[in-house]
């Protein structure tokens, strides 16, 4: 199995600060990488597919980069409804798993 | 509009099995896989399977091989998980999720309300 690794696991930021979340996968896995928002008591929300396209949908200043191993998602200027737990996810061979989890909290 | 709509909250007890529904609207049901991820209180998220609607394909994560099963009714658009032998780590939001694959790549872009499942004696 794959494993995910997020870091840091909790990260303390400030409105209109620039951030970055990294995830780092145990084999590569070329592109096959996936980000989601998640807030208290809602669903996952998608925001970049294939490691660096963004949904429709989702503010421009969230950007995801990375291949092979070594993954970033990138917020360029903090908003408000930003503050949440941030996952990856990877598929390889029928199999999909996530990151633990990192929590962006106002500073 | 796509919409994913899942079944209400349960309570079972430990040993006992628990089936989760998730009904599909808004898209050509069979051209898309569902599937489902847990979340406990205070945890990650956790992937658990995912199931081909069209051909009835699974896949599960080893973790949940045995106690899992997924099974799908196309004539009324739902998917179906059923968890057994339940314990008490097994408590958690249950959420299904639209899979889709594109050119090297994959996204969950419509997800379930989520399903509370609650196991206690």
């Known amino acids: 199995d794959i494993q995910m690794t997020q870091s840091p696991s909790t990260l303390s930021a400030s409105v209109g600060d620039r951030v970055t979340i990294t995830c780092r996968a145990s084999?590569?896995?070329?592109?096959?990488l996936a980000w989601y928002q998640e807030k208290p008591g809602k669903a996952p929300k998608l925001l970049i597919y294939k490691a660096s396209s963004l949904e429709s949908g989702v503010p421009s200043r969230f950007s995801g980069s990375g291949s092979g191993t070594e993954f970033t998602l990138t917020i360029s200027s903090l908003q408000p409804d930003d503050f949440a737990t941030y996952y990856c996810q990877q598929y390889n061979s029928y199999q999909y798993s996530f990151g633990q989890g990192t929590k962006l909290e106002i500073k | 509009q796509v919409q994913l709509v899942q079944s209400g909250a349960e309570v079972k007890k430990p040993g006992a099995s628990v089936k989760v529904s998730c009904k599909a609207s808004g898209y050509t049901f069979t051209s898309y896989d569902i599937n489902w991820v847990r979340q406990a209180t205070g945890q990650g998220l956790e992937w658990m399977g995912w199931?081909?609607?069209?051909?009835?394909?699974?896949g599960y994560a080893q973790k949940f091989q045995g106690r899992v099963t997924m099974t799908s009714n196309t004539s009324i658009s739902t998917v179906y998980m059923e968890l057994s032998s339940l314990r008490s780590e097994d408590t958690a939001v249950y959420y299904c999720?639209?899979?889709?694959?594109?050119?090297?790549?994959?996204?969950?872009?419509?997800w379930g309300q989520g399903t509370l499942v609650t196991v206690s004696s």
């Open positions: 084999q590569s896995i070329s592109s096959w």
């Open positions: 999720a639209r899979g889709v694959m594109v050119a090297a790549g994959f996204k969950f872009d419509y």
């Open positions: 199931m081909n609607p069209n051909i009835g394909n699974t």
